[in-house]
């Protein structure tokens, strides 16, 4: 099981952030949490997902693979999807497989934050 923290930002134009902080292993076993997670943030019109791996340790093809659908939808509906704080351990898998390329990586929760477009205006 993976515990999703969860917090809300709002930027000065209304638009709503969601950082979620998975709290395990982002595997075949849970990665089917997260991705319900970020299905959930989508359908609620939130536009800017950004995902904080700081605790999780590993990371396989089936938590990648989940993150790039998490991208992909984020997309479709014009937002943002940012991943930050990706764990020493998790950070090797998406360096050999190339993904720390594909996605928008940021050192820390707040650099992601602060990028995402117009200034934030409170934490909810």
Known sequence: ????????????????????????????TTTWQLCLKLKECISEYIPHIIVNLGQVNFIDSFG?????????????????????????????????TMMDNVFEVFETEDEAVNDVPRSIASER
């Open 64 to 96: 990648l693979t989940c993150l790039v659908a998490g991208m992909r939808d984020t997309s479709k509906v014009r937002g943002s999807f940012r991943i930050c704080n990706i764990h020493p351990e998790a950070k090797l898998m998406f360096e050999k």
């Open 1 to 28: 099981m993976v515990n999703i923290d969860q917090k809300t930002y709002t930027t000065e134009d209304g638009n709503t952030i969601m950082v979620l902080t998975p709290t395990s292993r982002l595997d075949i």
